[in-house]
């Protein structure tokens, strides 16, 4: 199986459209209301919010692949891009999704990967992200990864208030 992590380009705007709205809709869809969910999608994963995104020199998107079929992808941000803490030392995974039919195979941990590198690249000295208090696989493979929880967050997904728990990782 040959794994690489590629960056996304603009070209490929409608391929991270769709991908985006597979992997949103397999992880929280039976969890969430139709219309809460289509709201997020609507609102978060649009054409126009997704290609600013892109444009963002703050921010990169990447894809996942294997044997050359997209299987997930990765958004970090750094500096004002970043959703909360703006700090400049910071980096922020802000997406990690890997389509269900792929899961288990360590597809994340190569996204993580890749986070990891990126944070080297713009020196910061920790990363940090937000995950939903009910996703408890991916709150796993972040401890795994050594993230520490050190706060939490309202996520608003629709009409419907979540909680987010904030994690960390020190790098230095």
């Known amino acids: ?14 391929t991270l459209r769709a991908l985006c709205l597979d992997t949103f809709t397999e992880t929280y869809g039976s969890q969430n209301t139709k219309s809460n969910l289509e709201n997020y999608l609507e609102t978060n994963f649009n054409h126009s919010q997704l290609k600013n995104e892109l444009d963002n020199p703050q921010s990169e998107y990447y894809f996942v692949k294997v044997d050359g079929t997209i299987a997930g992808y990765l958004k970090v941000n750094v500096g004002d891009a970043q959703t909360e803490i703006k700090e400049q030392n910071g980096l922020e995974i802000e997406r990690i999704y890997v389509s269900k ?6 597809l994340g941990q190569a996204l993580f990967e890749k986070a990891m590198e990126r944070a080297w690249f713009h020196k910061t000295t920790f990363l940090w992200l937000g995950v939903w208090d009910q996703n408890t696989n991916a709150i796993g493979f972040y401890e795994r990864n050594g993230f520490k929880t050190f706060d939490t967050h309202v996520f608003q997904l629709g009409d419907e208030m979540q909680t987010d728990l904030m994690m960390k990782l020190e790098l230095v």
Do not use: C, H, P
């Open 1 to 14: 199986m040959g794994v690489t992590v590629e960056i996304v380009n603009k070209d490929q705007l409608a």
């Open 101 to 106: 039919a792929y899961q288990g195979q360590r």
